[in-house]
């Protein structure tokens, strides 16, 4: 069995028009759903074996602070600039590309390509993986080479309670 998990960053901050769009820090409300996630992931147990996440400031500041929640040392997150902007086939080369050793796996990353590639297995598309939300993808396959929608055996979403 194989899970994926496709968290997209929290909701980010265009405060700061000198920033690069890489450089954008999250927002209060990022950096209230971030601990918020965090505690629901913790109470339902989820720590994977390894986290990959953009290298992007605000996919970094959602990875780590959950990271250190659900009890995944963040000096162990995989960095990775192909992440940033890549499209739901990038993504998917990403994860189909691991070593199998790990049986869970969080990727931390953008829209488009992140709601794209959960609409690719889900039965039922979402038309946003909002901020701070995440889909989780279980597959009936011993390597990820083999993961497609006939081996998906369950699939749930969890998405904030925004409040502006």
Same mark, same amino acid.
């Given at each position: 069995m194989?899970?994926l998990?496709? #968290? /997209?960053?929290?909701?980010? &901050?265009?405060? +700061?028009?000198s920033?690069? +769009?890489?450089?954008?820090? =999250? @927002? $209060? /409300?990022?950096?209230?759903n971030v601990?918020?996630?965090?505690?629901?992931l913790?109470?339902? /147990? !989820? $720590?994977?074996d390894?986290? !990959? &996440?953009?290298?992007a400031?605000r996919?970094?500041d959602?990875?780590?602070? !959950?990271? /250190?929640? !659900?009890? %995944?040392?963040?000096t162990?997150?995989?960095?990775q600039?192909? #992440?940033?902007?890549?499209?739901q086939?990038q993504i998917?080369?990403?994860? $189909?590309?691991l070593? +199998?050793?790990?049986?869970?796996?969080?990727? %931390?990353?953008? @829209?488009?390509? =992140?709601?794209d590639?959960? @609409?690719?297995?889900l039965?039922?598309?979402?038309?946003? =993986?909002?901020?701070?939300?995440? %889909? *989780?993808?279980?597959?009936?396959?011993?390597?990820?080479?083999?993961?497609?929608?006939?081996?998906?055996?369950?699939?749930? *979403?969890?998405?904030?309670?925004?409040?502006?």
């Open positions: 194989k899970t998990y496709i #968290l /997209r960053h929290a909701k980010s &901050s265009w405060k +700061d028009p920033l690069s +769009d890489h450089q954008r820090p =999250l @927002n $209060k /409300r990022g950096k209230r601990p918020d996630m965090g505690a629901r913790k109470a339902r /147990r !989820i $720590k994977p390894l986290i !990959i &996440s953009s290298d400031r996919a970094l959602t990875a780590v602070p !959950i990271a /250190r929640m !659900i009890g %995944v040392d963040p162990t997150i995989r960095h600039p192909a #992440l940033y902007h890549a499209t086939a998917l080369k990403l994860v $189909k590309g070593d +199998d050793r790990f049986r869970q796996v969080m990727v %931390v990353g953008h @829209n488009p390509g =992140l709601t590639l959960a @609409n690719r297995f039965s039922q598309t979402i038309s946003n =993986l909002p901020t701070a939300g995440i %889909v *989780e993808l279980q597959f009936d396959v011993d390597a990820w080479q083999a993961i497609d929608s006939i081996h998906l055996v369950h699939s749930s *979403e969890d998405f904030p309670k925004n409040k502006p």
